[in-house]
């Protein structure tokens, strides 16, 4: 079976997201995260730090699991 994303996977910064590519380019995830406190929101959104290594994990995904074969 052929792989629909193709490795390796890249973490690609933008203003308020972090984007999980594939080698071709197609963004499989954004990760959004805000430094700022909005009014009426709660306390459970993301730091910079946290989607940011959120990000990398997820990248990372594909040679976790060709490492297990």
């Not at 459970?44 to 946290?50: A, F, P, W």
């Amino acid at each position: 079976m052929a792989r629909r994303f193709k490795p390796p996977w890249s973490v690609v910064p933008y203003p308020e997201a972090f984007a999980v590519q594939d080698a071709t380019g197609f963004t499989i995830l954004y990760v959004y995260f805000s430094e700022r406190v909005l009014v009426g929101t709660g306390p459970d959104r993301l730091t910079r730090d946290e989607a940011r290594r959120i990000a990398l994990n997820v990248a990372k995904l594909p040679d976790l699991l060709r490492a297990k074969r």
